[in-house]
């Protein structure tokens, strides 16, 4: 196949940032989309031009680094999947290809289509953990948890932290990443102590670092990796208002 | 500086050793902790847990990462699950057993104190997790579940769907991040180690590599923690993500500290094949599925036909006519040889003829496909995925891929390293698999190490040796600063045509022919004649556009490339001078007659160690004999 590629570039956080022209040649159809950008990087670096800049490390669906939205899809066409999943054979000999980075103001862009994605990390540090130190903890068995509940909470912890979710929100929401961290640790029995406090700690964080506020498009699950439901978005809601009459916080 | 090889096990029966060492170890006062600075270099499980558990210590902790958050190092992408001898199944499992079962696993190759401590710690980290709200699966009674893995005949993994590592890496990094915020722990994301630095022998500090703004950094501490993973993209494909490197470690040992085992590397059995050139990286399917898939290949040489064409009495399934009592099922290392044996033989499948089927249709009859898919959906998606093909219909193409590094950084029974106060944990130290690792072990000993061991014995280090307060205009660093800067100067001054790719293609290439799943003197000593040209043909003609002062993968690249090529050759020649068969090393000189693996205890039952004399000098080997009080010494068979 022979693809035109229509690539976001740009040489640093303040840098002015442009679609660049660049032309796929020979792919075939079992390359990954991330294996056909490499190929594009190759024939550059034997021009000794510049690679072009992007994330990527497990390449199968599960570390969260790549980050590119192709024809205006955060991870692309397919559901369910992360870019570095995406194959080749899904586009047509002659088709034009646009590659942007995450747009979103708490995701500056790095280079190219990097981006960084601290706030996320912030988020997590500001309350999305249980408060237990190495060493003191009591035998696995002790809390039995329903087979129901374990599953529902794997469901959310089943989040990767790519930021797809804040991408393709027009408000850059961090609310579908925020809440399944929540919901996770909401439904355990182990989570229970802290639940007020970090709901709170955790939108309060989200509200400083410049992500928007949900108005229940369903953008984000739609193109969520690991199909990571609204209804996680509900919950979080409801954690909210409980904390603020329970806990008067 | 002469170097002394002492494995520092503590005396006294097995089962206390660990106990009487802590009760030994000298401790630090918690108001004294805090004026201790010690640097964590990696966030993966061992890591992770590593600077979470010093920062609730009391430490002062500074935590490095060459990915953008902590939580995308490569822990995150095991599937399977974690070892613990909590016996929750009442199937007679013990502390003891999963003991054995590692040294045995390991083909008797590992240090026994190490391996029983990391058995005896293994219950501990379930209860942690769990603390943590790890969601592990559960039984229908709300108690924890088990599964069974390769090499043992107790049901002892714990697991959170094919998502294991995941979950206990973000157990892991959660602790981190709540250390982050009380300020315990500092983190710097995006910064890549490339050299350790030494004052008075010992290790105080690292130099880094800004990888968002190309600055080089330095930082002082008073002990320094590699946690930064094994080497298995030396081969190029491999199932490793495609960041994982051997630089830390490789630079820790050009400043002395001895690289133990390097040729103990694991070959999965069953990963998606190459489809071609362009192919980055290998994925694994489950070593599950080989419960009820039955790999086979045709009987006849060259024969192209469709799978659905070849008719039964045509087909070879070769592990259950070779190995009629284990038969799928063989442990990891014997599958992988006998699938290379079978393509070797000119009975391969698919395009490239390097695959084998690994076939469902009979378990597909037995119990209907809803039951197949509720065990393996997701694999299957996986693999139709990536291949296109219907793995309900047609039989999935499996080939052995390079999957884990047992070898790595020599290190004592405190888990330090020939440099005082460099430690080195998870995959990237030697200490507890031996020639081979078993499923769901990895996770164990990542955790072990950074939850249980390390904050012991690094706070014996502290106490017991005078650290004078230093900072980073000591010369040491400046000096190196000065080479890790030389050396990315260099990179981008060769401004060749060869592209950084072509050539750990090639090495990777070198590497997997000669030094992979089966291995022989002529092969090792060609590829040690292949790799000092590979990479002299690097320094002279490889192409790293951009430049040093912003984001630049390529210099990354290139500069791990440059440590592989140096790298490879220890590698091979580990694996030249270990004339036995043990684990993952098969070396055809010594197999039984029935092409079996065939140790040579008499003479090779040591750990290898070895010291760097300079890049293409021959390094020196050291060697640590390994002794087995507890566990007899035999050979492993699975007919």
Redesign the interface.
Known sequence: MRLNLKIWRQ??PAATGHLEDYTADNV?????F???L??V??G???L????I?F???????????CSLVVNGVPHGPDRG?TVC?L?M?RFKDGDTITIEPWRALAFPI??DL?V???A??RI???G????????G?????T?????EI?EQ??DS??C??CGACVAACKNASAHLFMSAKIS??AL?P??QVERHHRVMAMIDQADVEGFGSCSNEGECEAVCPKEIPISNIARMTREYVRALLVAGK | MAITLDPKVPSGPIAEKWDRHKFAMKLVNPANKRKYTIIVVGTGLAGASAAASLGELGYNVLNFCIQDSPRRAHSIAAQGGINAAKNYQNDGDSVYRLFYDTVKGGDYRSREANVYRLAQLSVNIIDQCVAQGVPFAREYGGLLDNRSFGGAQVSRTFYARGQTGQQLLLGAYQSLMRQVQQKAVRLFPRREMLDVVLVDGKARGIVIRNLMTGAIEKYAGDAVILATGGYGTAYYLSTNAVNSNVTAAWRAHKRGALFANPCFTQIHPTCIPVSGPHQSKLTLMSESLRNDGRVWVPKNKGDRRPPDQIPEDERDYYLERKYPSFGNLVPRDVASRNAKQACDDGRGVGESGLAVYLDFKDAIGRIGVDSIKEKYGNLFQMYQKITDEDPYKVPMRIYPAMHYAMGGLWVDYNLMSTIPGLHVLGEANFSDHGANRLGASALMQGLADGYFVIPYTIGDYLAANPLPKLTIEHDAFKEAADNVQKRIDTLLSVKGAKTIRSIHRELGAVLWDDVGMSRNEAGLRRALERIPKLRDDFWHNVSVPGTPDNLNQSLEYAGRVADYLEFAELLTLDALNRRESCGGHFREESQTPENEALRDDANYSYAAAWEFKGVGKAPELHKEPLVFDEVHLTQRSYK
């Open positions: 040489a640093g075939s159809p079992d390359m990954s991330l294996e056909m490499d190929v990087n190759e550059l670096a034997r000794g031009k510049d690679a800049a994330d990527s490390d497990c390449r199968e669906g599960i570390c969260g680094m999947t999943q194959h054979r790095v280079k990097v960084d994605r601290g996320f990390d997590i540090a500001a999305g953990f249980v408060s237990v130190n190495c060493g903890a009591p035998d696995g068995n809390l039995p948890i329903s087979k374990a909470a794997m912890a089943a990767i932290g996770h640790l355990l182990q989570g």
